[in-house]
């Protein structure tokens, strides 16, 4: 959604609407909108295309949307385009979500995250296996170049045959393994790629609904946030109107995602009453600018509660309070990272540290296949049905 010109471009699992919308936009880029459709249907099809042919759509689609946009003539139609999904991630990659939504394969879990998780862990405590909350790991033990075990924050040691690391990629090298399992190419890595930007996320509990919201915006804003050290021009905006179990009867979680800066919200919180002003008054600059699109909404608000990325940080060790793992650049999509280290026997990482892209359906992927692996040199059968 365009504040400036009350331009919106709805995207549904409905392709033909989406290219009329955009055609009625910017009827000028008509000829590259059906181009960029037609991307959207061959990778709708793309577990049943023919090889040849998509390992050559793949080739022609594999530069980042951002460089893919500029082939549009309408300003804020490249502007949708680029900030659609990840401008940095390679066009095929957008074209290929667009068509899993076409193609009803994409949804949301009723009680969002927390209850994806919590039957995950259930389905491993069915298994006989033990979950410990609330141990943070300080050190993996290692013993003539074979990892034996972990030693907590709180000075206990635990022995294993195997240990497996879904935790941040720099503070499990660098810092629990202390640098001492690293070739050329994981240095590059992490001196060198870029990572999900810090974010901002700021969440009102509302006494309200927004019905016909969809749940996801992405606004271009009249005027710019400040957000600390730096200004940003746009924000995505959730309304959870589709989850009732996600707030009581009648009211709704409304959540704000706003681009920023680590070093100044790291250093900030050393000062605790500058870092709570500072959130204070930026869910008040966001609320007075959600006010305009929601008149009354700012006397509705029941609750309010801002991360920042010192927050992402404290929560998760995220490098730098990145809020998922690497940018899916062309680059990292094309490769494959090592799910051990360098010298190092009995150890294992998965997550979205060694799978590019990131997120629930691919770090889920990472640590299903390791599993598989285990099995397979311990000659076991993989299952994944319960005996």
Request: hydrophobic share 40%; net charge negative.
């Amino acid at each position: 959604m365009n504040e400036k010109t009350g331009q919106k471009l709805v995207v549904t699992f409905d392709l033909k609407r989406l290219a009329n919308d955009m055609k009625t936009m910017a009827p000028e880029d008509e000829k590259i909108i059906d181009e960029f459709i037609a991307g959207c249907h061959i990778m709708q099809g793309v577990f049943h295309a023919p090889k040849p042919e998509l390992v050559e759509f793949l080739k022609d689609y594999n530069m980042p949307v951002v460089e893919f946009a500029k082939s549009f003539k309408n300003h804020y139609l490249r502007w949708y385009i680029t900030h659609m999904m990840v401008p940095q991630m390679p066009t095929y990659a957008m074209l290929f979500t667009l068509g899993l939504l076409a193609d009803g394969q994409l949804g949301l879990v009723e009680g969002g995250s927390l209850n994806f998780s919590l039957a995950i862990a259930q389905y491993y405590q069915d298994l006989q296996g033990e979950i410990t909350y609330g141990a943070r790991v300080e050190e993996i033990l290692v013993k003539n170049s074979t990892v034996i075990g972990i030693r907590l924050a709180d000075g206990s040691e635990h022995r294993a045959d195997v240990v497996v690391s879904a935790a941040d990629g720099f503070s499990t090298i660098f810092q629990m393994l202390g640098g001492k399992y690293v070739d050329q190419s994981i240095r590059e890595r992490y001196a060198q790629w870029p990572i999900f930007w810090p974010i901002h996320l700021i969440s009102f509990g509302v006494a309200r609904q927004f019905p016909n919201e969809p749940p996801v915006k992405k606004i271009l804003l009249k005027e710019p946030i400040h957000t600390g050290v730096q200004d940003t021009d746009n924000f995505r905006l959730r309304i959870f109107n589709y989850d009732p179990s996600l707030a009581p009867e009648g009211k709704t979680v409304v959540q704000v995602l706003l681009d920023t800066d680590f070093d100044h919200w790291y250093h900030l919180q050393e000062n605790r009453a500058l870092y709570e002003a500072a959130k204070a008054k930026l869910a008040h600059d966001v609320l007075r600018r959600l006010e305009t699109l929601y008149p009354g909404i700012s006397s509705q608000v029941e609750i309010t509660d801002v991360a920042t990325p010192y927050t992402f940080w404290r929560y998760t060790r995220n490098h730098r309070g990145s809020f998922e793992g690497w940018l899916p650049t062309p680059e990292a999509m094309r490769t494959t990272i090592p799910k051990t280290l360098p010298g190092l026997a009995n150890f294992y990482m998965v997550g979205q540290w060694v799978q590019p892209a990131g997120g629930i359906e691919q770090s889920i992927s990472s640590g299903r296949n390791l599993v598989k692996t285990l099995c397979e040199q311990e000659a076991m059968e993989f299952s994944t049905v319960k005996p």
